[in-house]
């Protein structure tokens, strides 16, 4: 009789089932992986609700799928390896890897042939982008994604070893720290002394939700001076002032207006030089740009899927400040590994690993995802009832 896998489907929107899969077959290449953790992102919830339209405009726009097995951040173990006879399985740097190593899976797998995969530096921008987390579960082997017992891994996939010295908890951070490359964009800017992402500067970060976080985190890293937090959870407000946070805003209790004076207040009248936007609210990006001061730099990151229509005056907003906007909605695959040894450079300043502050078993998924939205959370994490 065959071997039975369970993992948590994203059915339709609303509605998560816990279902049992025949374990696979691998293909020559292919991996079978073990979660130890899987992250929920704000996509999955953003999924659950129906809001499931993302890279609009673009090519590789999708709408779901469902049903899909969620989970795109994602650490675990090899516990099976089909080695191609010609060649060993490798990581993203050469690596070889065995059964029982431990891997950070890249959510995104990017075909190498088309104009952006050849032009892109590293972001997941390929044309025919297939990502962990988001494909269709009803199609064999259908074990696509962390929130599962077991995990097929395809050939070609970018995997990193990572050694006895990383976390769990930091490994699964490296994803969505990754994804604050739109900084590192930001600091390669400052060629003159107000443009970009300077030493000393004021940053206002709207959302400190994991994503973030690892915006307030790498700001202060890159040498920010003052750093402004904006959330509606005052468990997030006072949990981010132990990660650099140097001022914090509820706007539960505050208006816009007073959040705005707040920070002219702190700049001289100027306004912030760099606000970055991780709330995923659309009407927060003029809020964003009404506080950023003349030449200053907004960055973009929230908005991973379709959220709305805002309306922007582009001279006001745009043109009469002569603001930098950076606009990205993906991680960039060459920043894992330097996340991660980011992370592990720094956890004499900041406990890395207090920031997963809750744990569900796999079949408590639903549980979980809740508990993601809830106030009072920061990275929640499903694991297998069988790892510890």
């Given at each position: 009789m065959a071997e039975m896998v369970r993992a948590a489907v994203l059915v339709e929107p609303g509605k998560i089932e816990i279902q049992e899969f025949s374990k696979p077959s691998l293909a020559e290449g292919g991996l079978l992986v073990k979660p130890i953790m899987a992250g929920i992102c704000e996509s999955d919830k953003h999924f659950y609700k129906g809001e499931s339209v993302q890279y609009a405009g673009t090519p590789r726009e999708t709408f779901g799928p469902y049903p899909a097995i969620p989970g795109h951040e994602n650490v675990g173990k090899i516990v099976e390896a089909r080695h191609p006879r010609d060649r060993k399985i490798t990581d993203f740097y050469g690596k070889e890897l065995h059964e029982g190593d431990r891997i950070i899976i890249s959510p995104d797998m990017v075909c190498g042939n088309c104009y952006w995969c050849h032009h892109s530096y590293g972001f997941s921008w390929c044309d025919n982008l297939r990502s962990y987390g988001h494909i269709d579960a009803s199609v064999p082997p259908h074990l696509f994604g962390g929130w599962s017992e077991l995990m097929y891994v395809l050939p070609g996939s970018h995997l990193y070893k990572i050694s006895d010295d990383v976390s769990n908890e930091i490994a699964v951070l490296a994803e969505p720290m990754a994804v604050t490359f739109s900084l590192d964009i930001a600091k390669g800017h400052s060629s003159l002394p107000n443009e970009g992402f300077t030493t000393g500067d004021t940053v206002v970060v709207f959302g400190v939700s994991p994503v973030g976080l690892c915006h307030l985190v790498k700001s202060r890293l890159l040498g920010a001076g003052t750093i402004i937090a904006i959330d509606k959870s005052e468990f997030r407000l006072s949990f981010v002032k132990g990660f650099g946070a140097t001022h914090t805003l509820n706007v539960t209790k505050t208006t816009q207006k007073e959040r705005n004076q707040f920070i002219k207040d702190l700049t001289d009248g100027r306004g912030a030089d760099v606000v970055v936007e991780c709330a995923g609210v659309p009407e927060v990006v003029i809020e964003g740009i009404e506080m950023l001061r003349q030449g200053g730099t907004f960055v973009e990151v929230g908005h991973f899927v379709d959220a709305g229509d805002i309306q922007l005056n582009p001279h006001r907003h745009l043109c009469a400040k002569s603001i930098r906007l950076i606009g990205q909605v993906n991680l960039a695959y060459t920043g894992i590994m330097p996340s991660v040894n980011l992370m592990k450079a720094n956890q004499d300043k900041y406990n890395f690993n207090k920031i997963v502050t809750h744990?569900?078993?796999?079949?408590?998924?639903?549980?979980?995802?809740?508990?993601?939205?809830?106030?009072?959370?920061?990275?929640?994490?499903?694991?297998?009832?069988?790892?510890?």
């Open positions: 744990k569900f078993p796999l079949t408590k998924a639903l549980d979980g995802l809740f508990q993601f939205m809830k106030p009072d959370s920061m990275k929640v994490v499903l694991y297998p009832e069988t790892s510890s």
